[in-house]
C-alpha cells in the first residue's frame, strides 16, 4: 500500500514536468496534476479505512453505518427507520409520537382513544384508553365468543372467561356409544356387546340381539292361545292357568275346612285355592266344622247349638230331638195287684234342644200306684 502511495506522485510529477516542458498555453501545470493526485490519494485512502460520506456531506460512524438523509444517526446496532425514528436499544421501533412500544409490539403504552390502541387482545378483553394508557380489560358478561370446544354450545363471556354449556351427544341410536371431543365433536361408536332384548310374557315371550352392525332389532311377540291346565301362561297375560281356564275344576267355598262348601259360591279353578277347596256343596253353616250334610252315628247328639245358632248339625233343613216326654204306667197283675212299667223321657213335657230337665229313669209301685222312683237331670241333645 505504502509503493502505492509513492508512485502516484513521483508519476503525476513526471507528467508534468512533460507537459509544462510543451509549453502550450491553457495546458495543466504541474501544481495542477499535483493537486489532482492529492485528491486521488484522499479518496483512495478513505476506501481503505470503510468510511464513506454521503451526498449531503454526513459522514459515517465508526462501525460503518451510514446515516439517513436528515443527519439523523442510527444506534447502536446500525438500524434506522425511514423517516429517521430512532430504535431504541432493543430494536424496538418507536412510533410517531415518540411512545415506545411493550416487548410484544400488541399493546401501545401510550393513547388519546380507545381506537389508538392497535393490537390483538386476549379472549373476552378489550383494550381501552384510560389515563392515556392502553389497558386491556374483560369485555361485558353475555358477550358472545368461542371457546374453541366442540362439546359446549352458546359460549359467552363471564368475567373475561369464555365458556359455554355443554352439549348432550345423543343420536337417539341404543346401539352406539355417544361421546365428544372438545376438538372433533360427537361421536357414535357402534356397539357390539352381545346384548339382547325380550318382549312378551308366557308363552308369547321372545329374545332377540339388540343390535346387529349397528342397527336395532325389533322384538316381535308370539301369538296367546286358549288358557288351558298345563302350568304355563297361555294366554300371555302374565298369568298362569287362571280361573275358568279349559279343563277346570269346580271348587265350593270352604271357610270352616270340613271338606263341603256353600252352594252358590264357585271359581272354576285349575287347583284348589283357599278359601275354595271343596268339591262338595251342600254345607248350610261354613262357620262349623261339625256341621255339614252327614249320616250320624246312633250315639251322635248335640247339647249345643252350632256356630249358626241351630242344632241342623247334618244339614236336613230340621231339628231331630233324642228324648221326647217320660210317664210310668201300671197295669194289673194276674192274680190281682198293679205292675209298674216305665217310659224313659223328662217327665215335664216335651224339652227344648240344649235345655235340662227332669229325666224319668225308673218307675215303681209306691202307696199303692206307680210313680217314678228314679229321676236324673238331663240336657236335651239335638241333631
Known amino acids: 500500500m505504502k509503493l502505492r502511495f509513492f508512485a502516484l506522485p513521483v508519476l503525476a510529477a ?19 496534476a499535483f493537486e489532482r493526485d492529492s485528491k486521488a490519494t484522499s479518496d483512495t485512502k478513505a476506501k481503505d479505512d470503510g468510511t464513506t460520506a454521503d ?33 431504541d436499544d ?38 381501552k384508553c384510560e389515563d392515556l394508557k392502553c389497558k386491556e380489560v374483560p369485555v361485558a358478561d353475555g358477550t358472545a365468543c368461542s371457546d374453541d370446544n366442540y362439546c359446549t354450545e352458546n359460549d359467552t363471556c363471564q368475567d ?32 357390539d356387546s352381545g346384548d339382547t332384548i325380550i318382549c312378551g310374557k308366557g308363552e308369547c315371550m321372545r329374545e ?46 270352604d271357610d270352616d275346612g270340613d271338606e263341603f262348601g256353600v252352594d252358590g259360591d264357585t271359581r272354576c279353578l285349575c287347583a284348589a285355592a283357599a278359601p275354595y277347596t271343596a268339591t262338595k256343596g251342600g254345607d248350610c253353616c261354613d262357620k262349623d266344622d261339625q ?10 247328639w248335640f247339647i249345643k247349638a252350632n256356630q249358626c245358632d241351630s242344632f241342623d248339625y247334618n244339614c236336613s233343613e230340621g ?25 224313659q223321657g223328662f217327665d215335664e213335657g216335651a224339652v227344648e234342644c240344649g235345655v235340662a230337665a227332669t229325666y224319668i229313669v225308673n218307675c215303681s209301685i209306691s202307696g199303692g200306684r206307680c210313680q217314678a222312683t228314679e229321676t236324673e237331670e238331663r240336657t236335651q241333645s239335638c241333631r
Open 14 to 32: 513526471f507528467l508534468a514536468l512533460s507537459i509544462g516542458c510543451n509549453g502550450d498555453e491553457g495546458s495543466p501545470t504541474f501544481d495542477d
Open 55 to 87: 451526498d449531503d456531506g454526513a459522514t459515517a460512524d465508526d462501525d460503518g453505518a451510514i446515516a439517513d438523509d436528515d443527519g439523523a444517526t442510527a444506534d447502536d446496532d446500525g438500524a434506522a427507520d425511514d423517516d429517521g425514528a430512532i430504535t
Open 90 to 127: 432493543d430494536g424496538a421501533i418507536a412510533d410517531d409520537d415518540g411512545a415506545i412500544a411493550d416487548d410484544d409490539g400488541t399493546e401501545p403504552q401510550e393513547c388519546e382513544e380507545d381506537t389508538d390502541c392497535d393490537g390483538e387482545p386476549k379472549k373476552c378483553h378489550e383494550f
Open 160 to 191: 373475561g372467561v369464555c365458556s359455554g354449556t355443554a352439549i348432550t351427544c345423543d343420536d337417539l341410536n341404543p346401539c352406539t356409544e355417544d361421546t365428544c371431543d372438545p376438538e372433533s365433536g360427537c361421536s357414535f361408536k357402534v356397539i
Open 208 to 253: 332377540v340381539q339388540k343390535c346387529t352392525d349397528g342397527v336395532p332389532n325389533v322384538c316381535v311377540e308370539g301369538e296367546p292361545t286358549q288358557e288351558v291346565c298345563d302350568g304355563k301362561d297361555n294366554d300371555c297375560d302374565g298369568h298362569t292357568d287362571e280361573e275358568d281356564a279349559d279343563d277346570c275344576t269346580t271348587y265350593y267355598r
Open 291 to 300: 256341621a255339614y250334610p252327614q249320616e250320624f252315628t246312633e250315639e251322635q
Open 319 to 343: 231339628e231331630e230331638k233324642r228324648w221326647g216326654i217320660g210317664s210310668c204306667l201300671s197295669f194289673p197283675r194276674p192274680g190281682g195287684g198293679l205292675t209298674c212299667g216305665v217310659k
